[in-house]
Structure formats: C-alpha cells, structure tokens
C-alpha cells in the first residue's frame, strides 16, 4: 500500500513562491498509474491542481494554476514535487498528495485511492 508524506508547506506573501514535497513509498507502477497534487479550501471541493503520469512524465494542470506551478519527480529519491511560483491569496488551501494505479483522468479526485495527510498552504495579500 502506497505511503505518502506531504512537507513544505507554509505561509508566504503574494507573489512569492514555496516548494511541496511528497516522499512515497510502495507505490505500484501500472500503464495506468498517476501521481498528483490535490488542494482543499475552507468550504470548497478538493480539486486537482498538477499530475503526473507516470510511465512517460506526461504533465495536467489545473486551469488555475497553469504557468505559475510545476509538478516534478525525482524516483530515485522517492520524491514528488510541486514547485508554485507567482502564489496568490486565492491559492491559500491544505494541499494533498495522491497516487493511484489505474487513472484515466489526471486531475480527477475520485481516481485518486492514496493520499497523504496534506500540508497547509497561506499566502497572504
């Protein structure tokens, strides 16, 4: 079962930039499997900010987010990263990591069957 630790998490001015990391262990890899990033405001829905499919790298991003994050990997480290640049107020949320073995839809939240605990992210205006 696929184990995962969000950190990075923190507060910071708008416009300003922070790094998640997730460290995964016994995750599975399938022609299907993905890794992402999800995030959850207070009184909103979880949605998906950044994917990665993990056979070839391929990259999703969420509308919102698009030019200002970017999701990475390092395998050999077990590591994946979300690198958010130009961070706005609107950004503020707990930000989770996924993984799951059989995704046919990146940014999909119910596609997603491992998550981590989630680290709180806050930028300030």
């Known amino acids: 079962q696929v184990q995962l630790v969000e950190s990075g998490g923190g507060s910071v001015q708008s416009g300003g930039s922070l790094r998640l990391s997730c460290e995964y262990s016994?995750?599975?890899?399938?022609?299907?499997?993905?890794m992402g990033w999800f995030r959850q405001a207070p009184g909103k829905e979880r949605e998906g900010v950044a994917a990665?499919?993990?056979?070839?790298?391929?990259?999703y991003y969420g509308d919102s987010v698009k030019g200002r994050f970017t999701i990475s990997r390092v395998t050999s480290k077990g590591r994946l990263y979300l690198q958010m640049n130009s961070l706005k107020p609107e950004d503020t949320a707990m930000y989770y990591c996924?993984?799951?073995?059989?995704?046919?839809?990146?940014?999909?939240?119910?596609?997603?069957?491992?998550w981590g605990q989630g680290t709180q992210v806050t930028v300030s205006s």
């Open positions: 016994g995750f599975m890899y399938t022609s299907r499997s993905h």
């Open positions: 990665i499919r993990w056979n070839d790298g391929t990259t």
């Open positions: 996924a993984a799951s073995t059989h995704t046919l839809q990146a940014l999909l939240e119910a596609e997603y069957d491992g």
